[in-house]
């Protein structure tokens, strides 16, 4: 073949493809143009083919101009691909029942679960005040949930928390759920020295009844502060700051006198019910106004001794409250129930 019937036959593939493809309507034709022109033993493949029985200098001339047509023929073929593929696909959805005009289905996303925000908001307000946080295991060791705090061996006092033991081999360590997170104290104040400011969030274990305001698996936030110093003022003016905080307005809480071994003296301290404005006329308080939210006091001297601190020198305070308990008020819930059942049309009201 010499240059002049090469370039002739280039010009020819192109006119012939483009009055070929002009003539196709619907995608099934595409196939064969490509395969009859742009396929392994196509028109123009074979031509470029042919060049190399070209002297080098035409060689190149050629394979440009050879290599333009091919990028030329396929853009051409792509593009009628593109408008007859979107012809069929509208062929399709008139045929179709389909109303594309309809919103999509909602796509459900997960959220924060009630308790998890109530828990962020009542550390993050800890934290402010300059409370460091501190984590401890549910399964508890006897001396840490109880022996150490002060409970006497075989104290009507441990009968207050209705215990899960966990099963042992005779001889070792009694273990149990932990019934509060005020082992955490004894975990925290046997590895940092005074002063000390530490906050314990966890969950804990009662063999308790489930009702409106009792569930066997509960939450509470462990409070700790030693210094110098430290009473029952410093703590009846951080909780009253801490409710506060929590729930945006001037809080009314209440101090009753209660006994915990580990504190002395102790206190309960109860939050006005929000449900019956403390009138006293609704379940959720039990008709007495009040909710008990927490109980506290002063870190009794045989605990401090029992970590090793000199009560002569440290004093400190302490506070476990009940997450739950908190978080029904803060959220207007009735029943502490409505945490753990899982009803998406509950949990969905809540966002953070
Ligand atoms: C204690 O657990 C003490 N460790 C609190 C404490 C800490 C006292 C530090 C002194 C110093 P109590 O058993 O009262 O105390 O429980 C504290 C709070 O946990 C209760 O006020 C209540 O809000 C919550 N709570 C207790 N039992 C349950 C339960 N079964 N379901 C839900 N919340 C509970």
């Keep these: 073949m010499t240059l002049k019937e ?55 001339t050629l394979g440009a101009a050879g290599n333009a ?9 792509d593009a009628k691909a593109a408008v007859l593929g979107r012809a069929a696909l509208e062929a399709d959805l008139q045929k179709s029942s389909a109303d594309l005009t309809l919103p999509p289905y909602p796509f ?19 934290s402010r005040m300059g409370f460091a946080r501190a984590e401890g295991p549910c399964v508890e060791t006897e001396f840490n949930n109880f022996g150490a705090l002060n409970f006497p061996e075989d104290h009507p006092a441990r009968e207050m928390h209705d215990t899960l033991y966990v099963k042992t081999a005779p001889g070792a360590d009694k273990l149990l759920l932990r019934t509060h997170t005020s ?54 003016a951080t909780l009253t700051q801490f409710m506060t905080a929590l729930f945006k307005k001037e809080a009314e809480i209440r101090f009753r006198p209660s006994f915990f071994p580990f504190v002395e003296p102790g206190v309960e ?43 002569e020198i440290w004093s400190g305070f302490a506070f476990g409250m009940g997450i739950e308990r908190l978080a029904m008020l803060m959220y207007g819930i009735k029943d502490i129930r409505a945490f753990y059942e899982n009803d998406i049309r509950v949990l969905s009201q809540f966002r953070p």
């Design 108 to 126: 459900p996303r997960g959220r924060v679960h009630p308790l998890t925000m109530a828990l962020r908001e009542m550390t993050g307000i800890l």
């Design 6 to 60: 090469w370039e002739e036959k280039c010009a020819d593939i192109k006119a012939r493809f483009s009055d070929a493809i002009s003539a196709v309507a619907a995608p099934g034709g595409l196939d064969a143009l490509k395969v009859s022109f742009l396929g392994r033993a196509g028109e123009l493949t074979l031509l470029l083919k042919s060049l190399k029985d070209f002297p080098l200098e035409e060689r190149k």
């Design 183 to 236: 082992p955490v104290q004894i975990r925290y104040m046997l590895s940092h020295k005074p002063p000390l400011r530490v906050m314990a969030p966890g969950r804990c274990f009662r063999n308790d009844a489930m009702d409106a305001s009792h569930s066997p698996v509960f939450h509470q936030i462990e409070g700790l502060y030693v210094d110098k110093n430290v009473g029952l003022s410093d703590l009846k």
């Design 269 to 311: 301290v109860d939050v006005k019910c929000v449900f019956c404005g403390g009138v006293g006329q609704c379940s959720v308080c039990k008709s007495t106004g009040w909710i008990e939210m927490l109980g506290a006091g002063v870190v009794h001297p045989n605990v401090l001794k029992s970590v090793g601190m000199d009560p």
């Design 69 to 77: 047509l091919k990028t030329e023929l396929t853009a051409i073929f």
